[in-house]
Structures are given as structure tokens and as C-alpha cells.
């Protein structure tokens, strides 16, 4: 049962980032930071979705690691972006 639904959350996870990057190349957004936001916002998605009710399986345990590492990523594009956006004064 559980390796059924490690493949059904690496399909969701995998299903909802080649979506996203289909979306952001038709539309002519594609930047490597809005494909991290994307697939991260994909990630968060599929985690809520596919999580048991009752048991938390041992792999799951290792998902709150990826989690953590995307949003430390997360705040490096903010403050990149953030920075970006200040004048040169501030910083």
C-alpha cells in the first residue's frame, strides 16, 4: 500500500510540474525562479492531497525535508527579488 502511494505522490508531484512549465512556456513566463515557485507550490499541493489520515508513513518523513529545502529556496528568490527592487541606497 505504501509504495502506491509514494507513485501516486511522484505522479502528482511530476504531473503538476510539467503542467506548470507547459503553462509558464505557452504564456512566455519562463524563469528558472517561477518554475522553483511553481513546482514548489505543486509540492505543497500533492503533500496536502496525498497525506493518510491516520499513519504517517516513514517515507513521508523525508517529504518535510524537500519541503524545508524548497522554502529556505523560497526565501532566497524573495530576498533576490527584494533586492532587486531597492535602490542601490538601501542595501
Request: hydrophobic share 75%; net charge positive.
Given at each position: 500500500m505504501s509504495v502506491a502511494r509514494q507513485y501516486?505522490?511522484?505522479s502528482g508531484?511530476?504531473?503538476?510540474?510539467l503542467a506548470g512549465l507547459f503553462?509558464?512556456?505557452a504564456t512566455g513566463w519562463l524563469t528558472y525562479e517561477l518554475?522553483?515557485?511553481?513546482?514548489?507550490i505543486g509540492v505543497l499541493i500533492v503533500v496536502e492531497f496525498t497525506s493518510p489520515i491516520h499513519?504517517?508513513?516513514p517515507w513521508r518523513k523525508r517529504v518535510r525535508w524537500l519541503i524545508l529545502v524548497g522554502i529556505a529556496g523560497f526565501l532566497v528568490v524573495l530576498a533576490r527579488r527584494t533586492?532587486?527592487?531597492?535602490?542601490a541606497e538601501v542595501i
Open positions: 501516486q505522490f511522484v508531484v511530476l504531473a503538476w510540474t503553462v509558464l512556456v518554475f522553483f515557485v511553481v513546482s514548489l499513519v504517517r508513513p533586492a532587486a527592487v531597492l535602490p
